[in-house]
């Protein structure tokens, strides 16, 4: 069946990079989202990446998609206390239907 | 712009109470949505609308009705609320399908005693 799956906790010190993984099951996801959530707040679309690219940047983000394994991944170049909040992986086939992991908390360490 | 908003931020309710949630979006977008987030779990989508008039059935549709009576507004109601309905529910607003970028209110926190 159609899942995401994503760690749901992981701590960096700040300054550091920070990767956040995800795995999908659905072979014909056509895209591909990383969400944040800060406390309190909605989610806010951060990137996302189109089924036939392997890799996108933007700035401080980098996005890589490895098809055959279906393995998403976030880095986060520098990390800063800001950046502390819940990231969101997600899937769409197409339709209505998203599909969003349980989130990652990630923790920045000062 | 204030984008989108929902009311109330929180609510307390007791079993077979009922309630609506309301979202509101200034964005001019036809598409809205209703998504519930539960501790350990993704997103689900409740139900959506694709314009004015218009609502469809999502992944977890039980227990909750919608109304999409004008283009800005998108209603969530809770006929009688249950316990298994306490969550944290999100709408979400996008310009034309799921693919675009949706934009989500701050959320609204309802427990259900």
């Known amino acids: 069946g159609e899942d995401v799956e994503q760690s749901l906790f992981l701590s960096v010190r700040e300054g550091d990079s920070s990767v956040i993984n995800c795995t999908y099951t659905d072979s014909s996801s056509t895209y591909l989202y990383w969400y944040k959530q800060e406390p309190g707040a909605g989610l806010q679309l951060l990137t996302y990446i189109f089924s036939n690219m392997d890799m996108k940047q933007d700035q401080r983000l980098t996005v890589l998609l490895n098809k055959k394994d279906k393995h998403l991944s976030l880095r986060i170049a520098d990390t800063q206390t800001g950046d502390s909040a819940i990231y969101f992986c997600a899937e769409n086939t197409g339709g209505f239907k998203t599909i969003f992991g349980a989130g990652t908390r990630l923790f920045v360490k000062a | 712009n204030a984008g989108v908003t929902q009311t109330p931020k929180f609510r307390v309710l007791k079993t077979g109470q009922s309630m609506t949630l309301l979202c509101a979006q200034d964005?001019?977008?036809?598409?809205m949505y209703w998504y519930r987030q539960d501790p350990g779990m993704g997103l689900r989508l409740i139900h959506y609308?694709?314009?004015?008039?218009?609502?469809a059935k999502g992944e977890v549709p039980d227990g909750y009705n919608v109304s999409r009576l004008k283009k800005q507004n998108f209603l969530l109601g809770l006929e009688s609320a249950a316990p298994s309905q306490t969550s944290v529910y999100f709408c979400?607003?996008?310009?034309?399908?799921?693919?675009?970028?949706?934009?989500f209110g701050p959320g609204t926190r309802l427990l259900v005693l």
């Open positions: 964005m001019n977008h036809e598409y």
């Open positions: 979400a607003s996008s310009y034309r399908g799921v693919r675009e970028t949706q934009y």
């Open positions: 609308s694709v314009g004015e008039g218009t609502t």
